[in-house]
């Protein structure tokens, strides 16, 4: 059976980027209401997505500089909305 693989839309930042491949990995989640990136805290999500920007890095931009922007992102997201009311 012949597989093609789906092209992901033209991203203009590395920041954009990393942003996809983490939602697309299921690493990250949006707030419904105010839109702020959540961590999900799924580690095997967090290793797809690094196996992600190793494997398949945007042009121009080395596998070594893809997983570094998908960590720093990574580590600069909580896993609460800052602007929920806590529960």
Known sequence: MLMTKEKRPAIRTLRGWAI?????????????EHSWMQDRADPHAR????EIAR??????????????EVRELLYSVGDTCPECPPS
């Open 55 to 68: 494997q398949d890095p945007p042009a121009g931009v080395t596998p070594d500089e893809a997983t570094a």
């Open 47 to 50: 290793e797809r997505a690094l």
């Open 20 to 32: 996809s491949i983490l939602q697309e990995a299921g690493a990250i989640r949006e707030c419904e």
